[in-house]
């Protein structure tokens, strides 16, 4: 951590864990090697510490732009792991569904469609879970 600010650090780590859960975030460290580690911690620090880390915009506002930036640069896997971080933060399916509606209008109806495939999936799992 000599490159970052432990405190920064700290804060991303909490932000982090109570939006996609403490399992899910321990398990990405766990998995992380010499290789990758570096990036976790600086993306825990900048993302999570630095641009979650205050309190100028609420995490349901944030879940929402992060879903429809997300969803915008197609990274389905990164938008599938937001969207249950999203549903954590109190984003509602309607909520969800008029995302995905502007994503359809400014990115595309296919990719419209993937989110909505992604979000059924995630949807179902959160009702059966």
Not at 54 to 74: E, F, H, P, V, Y
């Amino acid at each position: 951590m000599s490159t970052f600010d432990e405190d920064l650090f700290l804060i991303g780590l909490e932000q982090r864990k109570a939006t996609l859960g403490a399992e899910y975030v321990e398990k990405n460290f766990a998995a992380a090697d010499d290789f990758t580690r570096p990036f976790q911690e600086a993306m825990t620090a900048w993302c999570w510490g630095f641009g979650w880390g205050d309190d100028a915009i609420d995490a349901k506002t944030r879940s929402m732009m992060n879903l429809s930036m997300i969803g915008a640069l197609g990274k389905m896997a990164e938008w599938e792991t937001h969207c249950r971080g999203a549903i954590t933060n109190g984003v509602t399916q309607d909520e969800i569904r008029a995302i995905i509606h502007v994503i359809g209008i400014y990115c595309g109806v296919p990719q419209a469609l993937e989110c909505f495939r992604i979000a059924r999936k995630v949807l179902s799992e959160q009702q059966s879970g």
